[in-house]
């Protein structure tokens, strides 16, 4: 059974990091399509940042050039690396995995519905 765990978040002051984590277990981890999504209340999901089994990455306007995707394949972890953070980046934020080519990946990994399993989210909360 396919589990994703998320840790890493919290409060913090605009301008600010933090750095998310997404363990992995039950399925062959280096062959999907992992990404990051998040919710804010009252807003749609976003898809945040979406990397492939080849390590190719695609990241959302919105927070490119302060956040980066990366994962360590031998320990089954996804990361977020978040910098200068924004009190709009206030949001509950999930892992997502999908069984998917590198290229499916980058084409679709920042729409939620095409992912099949997630995480239970992770809150980040950024004060101005």
């Known amino acids: 059974q396919v589990q994703l765990a998320e840790s890493g978040g919290g409060s913090v002051q605009a301008g600010g990091s933090l750095r998310l984590s997404c363990a992995a277990s039950g399925y062959t981890y280096s062959s999907y399509c992992m990404a990051w999504f998040r919710q804010a209340p009252g807003e749609e999901r976003e898809g945040v940042a979406a990397?492939?089994?080849?390590?190719?990455?695609t990241i959302a306007d919105s927070v490119k050039g302060r956040f980066t995707i990366s994962k360590d394949n031998a320990k089954k972890t996804l990361y977020l690396q978040m910098n200068s953070l924004k009190p709009e980046d206030t949001a509950m934020y999930y892992c997502?995995?999908?069984?998917?080519?590198?290229?499916?990946?980058?084409?679709?990994?920042?729409?939620?519905?095409?992912?099949?399993?997630w995480g239970q989210g992770t809150q980040v909360t950024v004060s101005s």
């Open positions: 990397i492939g089994s080849d390590g190719s990455a």
């Open positions: 997502a995995a999908a069984a998917a080519s590198p290229t499916w990946c980058l084409a679709f990994g920042l729409r939620g519905a095409h992912f099949t399993y």
